[in-house]
C-alpha cells in the first residue's frame, strides 16, 4: 500500500509537469524561432526548456517541503490531529523530493525534444535564387551586416555560387 499511495501522485504530477511545458513549447513557436534566428543550436533550446523544468521543480519541491514543515508545525502545535508525529527530515520525505525532481525532468524531456523540432532546421529549403534579369540577379538575404564584412561576404557568396553552376 506505501508504494502504490506514492505512484498515483507522482503520475499526476508528470502529467501536469509534462502538460505544462509542452504547452509552453507551443505557445513559444515565435520565441524559438526568434532563439533560432539570434545563432542559438536546436539542442540548446530544447536543453532550455528543461532548464525551465528544473527550476519549477526546485521551486515547487522547496516550496511544498516549507509548506508542508509549516502546516505541520501549526498542526502539532494546536494539537489538531491528536497522536500524529511528523518528521520531516526523514528518509521518505527526502525520497519523495528527489522522486519529484526526477518526474519533473524525465516528463520536461519529450516537450524539449518537440521543441528541438520545430527549431531543427528543415531538409529542404523553399527559397531558390531568383530568376536573373539579363547579366544582373538581385537576391534579398535574410540578414544585415555592416560594411566592413561585405568583402568576405561576398567572397563566400561568390564560391558558393561557382560551385552550383551548370556545365557540360
Known amino acids: ?3 502504490g499511495s506514492v505512484i498515483v501522485p ?3 504530477g508528470a502529467a501536469i509537469i509534462f502538460n505544462t511545458v509542452l504547452s509552453s513549447v507551443y505557445e513559444r513557436q515565435r520565441e524559438i524561432g526568434t532563439m533560432m534566428a539570434v545563432g542559438l543550436a536546436p539542442l540548446h533550446i530544447g536543453a532550455l526548456f ?3 523544468a528544473a527550476a519549477y521543480g ?3 519541491v522547496v516550496g511544498g517541503f516549507v509548506l508542508g514543515q509549516g502546516l505541520g508545525s501549526f498542526v502539532a502545535r494546536f494539537d489538531l490531529i491528536p497522536g500524529i508525529n511528523l518528521n520531516f527530515s526523514s528518509a521518505a520525505a527526502v525520497w519523495t ?3 519529484m525532481m526526477a518526474v519533473v525532468l524525465l516528463s520536461s524531456l519529450w516537450p524539449a525534444w518537440k521543441a528541438t523540432r520545430i527549431a ?3 531538409s529542404e529549403s ?3 535564387l531568383p530568376m536573373p534579369e539579363g547579366d544582373e540577379m538581385v537576391v534579398l538575404l535574410p540578414f544585415t551586416f555592416h560594411g566592413r564584412d561585405a568583402a568576405p561576404l561576398l567572397a563566400y557568396l561568390r564560391e558558393w555560387l561557382a ?3 551548370e556545365s557540360s
Open 1 to 3: 500500500q506505501g508504494f
Open 10 to 12: 507522482l503520475l499526476i
Open 50 to 52: 528543461v532548464s525551465e
Open 58 to 60: 526546485t521551486i515547487g
Open 97 to 99: 523530493q528527489v522522486a
Open 120 to 122: 531543427a532546421p528543415g
Open 126 to 128: 523553399t527559397w531558390k
Open 163 to 165: 560551385s552550383h553552376t
